[in-house]
């Protein structure tokens, strides 16, 4: 298994950003990462479309970013290089928050 979400709750409203966006907040575990990122939909995440994905704690040092070309989220190691191959980053219960619509 490669990644495993649970939603805790949305986060806010996000009335400053036009087209309806909204943060939704959720547990995120990173099992066995995959080069060139990991599945992930916006319907996965009863969205439309995901604009972006905010690591808030428990990251261990890793950051995210979504890749809406491909519907994948990438992860990096601190200096900007994404996780090795069949790697477990030990992301483990970290909270991100995911934007979009």
Request: hydrophobic share 40%; net charge negative; charged share 15%.
């Amino acid at each position: 298994m490669a990644l495993t979400l649970s939603y805790s709750k949305p986060v806010i409203p996000v009335p400053a950003i036009t087209g309806g966006r909204r943060i939704i907040e959720w547990t995120l575990t990173v099992g066995t990462y995959l080069t060139n990122g990991i599945a992930l939909a916006p319907s996965d995440v009863g969205m439309v479309e995901i604009d972006g994905v905010i690591g808030v704690n428990g990251c261990n040092g890793y950051t995210f970013e979504y890749d809406q070309t491909n519907d994948k989220l990438l992860v990096f190691a601190s200096g900007g290089t994404q996780a090795t191959n069949d790697a477990d980053p030990g992301v483990d219960s970290a909270t991100i928050w995911i934007i979009g619509s």
